[in-house]
């Protein structure tokens, strides 16, 4: 379990809709479980049976 905590305005949204595949990236890459999120072989609906989030 990894926590995501910051002052408003800080892009916590923003990097979780993005490790969520929601979002695209400029660079770079994201690694889930060592499944890269923004490559096309990716399976987004299985990846993100391993992902949740929760926002109050």
């Known amino acids: 379990m990894l926590t995501v905590i910051g002052g408003s305005d800080s892009g916590k949204s ?7 595949g ?20 990716t399976n987004l609906n299985t990846l993100r049976r391993k992902i949740g989030i929760v926002l109050p």
């Not at 923003?14 to 969520?20: D, R, V």
Request: hydrophobic letters at 35%; aromatic letters at 0%; one cysteine or more.
């Open 22 to 41: 929601l979002e695209p990236i400029d660079s770079d890459r994201i690694l889930v479980d060592g499944t890269e999120v923004h490559a096309k072989s």
């Open 14 to 20: 923003t990097l979780l809709t993005c490790i969520n």
